[in-house]
């Protein structure tokens, strides 16, 4: 008789061979993924993690319809939420661990700290409005604490006992309950091409936390503010910024509708290139990748192209994951591709995943499998490496 694994992949056909004829790959999926960006400079980079020439679906749970928020993974858990609300799933297996349901919305990714599970939430405008961040116990989701905001939050990025994160109208530095500091931003609203500060955008974008700073997208720039108090350290111009920027090799990497920038710790600009658009950035040691129409990887040094591939989606709303030697992109679906140039008669690319709308769930990886989630049917979506 089949396996309930072979049963899965065989009836819902999300996960499709690769083309490159890799077999002798050793892949290994293990470890974590605490919050957007994976680590608090938004890099989205796990060097310890090698892809699979191919996958197959493992399990898959259903966390309700939109919005789709990018889940976290530590210690054989995964986090999820939805308008179902937030869960908790064995890594491995899918068998769910605990469920909380929410009185209100998901307003974006979540962040798993040592102790407890922070959901930005909120509520729709008008009498009732609220906004904030509810920490839950990872082992139960039981209530810790909860700080209120005066607009939606943005995604959460974690840095020495603190979140930072953005909200509609301002950044804002929270512990244990405490609001630490705000400081007013403009919103992100581009009526000039008919786009505003919706979840769709918003749920993805966390601060990057450097040297540098909190560093945040503000109304056509890109601005660091000083992690004890925000106040601003420095702003440079970026037409159109709507996205996480990444700090790695003492600069921050931000892309706007226009061009991307390279900015130094100090505020100093090192390069702009003409390549941008409703986009995503993650890094490496050596190189950034530009996720829009394209996957398209620059060299840190000077913002030169070193190679393109194909991306699924014109507008991309999550970061590439950067995965050891191969890097996966999200967007009406995945691709995953290798980061250095196979040789004449291989293909770059590993595999597919027929995920739609999978931009608004990210890429998660740790506890041996991938995760996305499926905007079609509202499924977090667990794959692991083919035998």
């Known amino acids: 008789m089949p396996s309930r694994r072979e049963l899965l992949a065989g009836a819902t056909a999300v996960a499709l061979a690769g083309c490159t004829g890799s077999d002798e790959r050793d892949p290994d999926l293990s470890g974590e993924w605490r919050q957007v960006g994976r680590d608090r400079g938004n890099r989205n980079h796990a060097p310890g993690v090698t892809l699979p020439s191919r996958i197959v679906e493992s399990w898959r749970g259903n966390v309700g319809s939109w919005p789709y928020v990018p889940s976290v993974v530590a210690d054989g858990t995964v986090y999820a939420a939805g308008s179902r609300g937030t869960f908790a799933f064995d890594a ?19 962040a798993l700290a040592d102790d407890a599970l922070l959901v930005p939430e909120y509520r729709r405008e008008g009498p009732g409005a609220s906004n904030g961040i509810l920490a839950v116990d990872p082992a139960d989701g039981s209530y810790r604490w909860a700080t209120e905001l005066e607009t939606r939050p943005f995604a959460p990025t974690l840095a020495d006992g603190r979140a930072y994160l953005r909200t509609r109208d301002a950044c804002v530095a929270v512990a244990d309950g405490e609001l630490l500091w705000r400081t007013e931003l403009d919103r992100l609203v581009y009526d000039e091409f008919h786009v505003w500060d919706s979840t769709d955008f918003t749920s993805t974008i966390g601060p990057a936390v450097t040297d540098a700073g909190v560093v945040v997208p503000d109304r056509d720039a890109v601005v660091a503010l000083d992690p ?6 420095w702003r440079v111009p970026l037409g159109g910024s709507m996205a996480s920027p990444v700090a790695v090799d003492g600069a921050v990497l931000a892309v706007g ?15 702009r290139v003409d390549r941008g658009g409703w986009a995503t950035l993650a890094a490496a040691a050596d190189e950034a990748y530009l996720a829009a129409d394209e996957l398209t990887a620059l060299a ?49 690319e590993l595999f597919e995943i027929d995920a739609r709308a999978a931009d608004h769930g990210g890429v998660a990886v740790g506890g041996g499998r991938v995760f996305v989630v499926d905007g079609s049917s509202g499924d977090l979506v667990a794959y692991e490496a083919a035998e």
């Open 228 to 233: 004890a108090d925000g106040s601003e350290r």
């Open 257 to 271: 509708v226009g061009s991307t920038v390279s900015v130094g710790d100090d505020g100093r600009e090192r390069w």
């Open 92 to 110: 491995a297996g899918g068998a769910q661990r605990w469920h909380r349901g929410i009185d209100g919305d998901v307003a974006a990714a979540l």
């Open 300 to 348: 840190l040094g000077d913002g030169r192209r070193a190679w393109d591939a194909p991306a699924h989606g014109d507008v991309q709303r999550s970061q590439p994951a950067v995965l050891g030697d191969g890097v996966l992109s999200v967007g009406d679906g995945g691709v995953a591709v290798l980061r250095e140039d196979p040789g004449l008669f291989d293909d770059r």
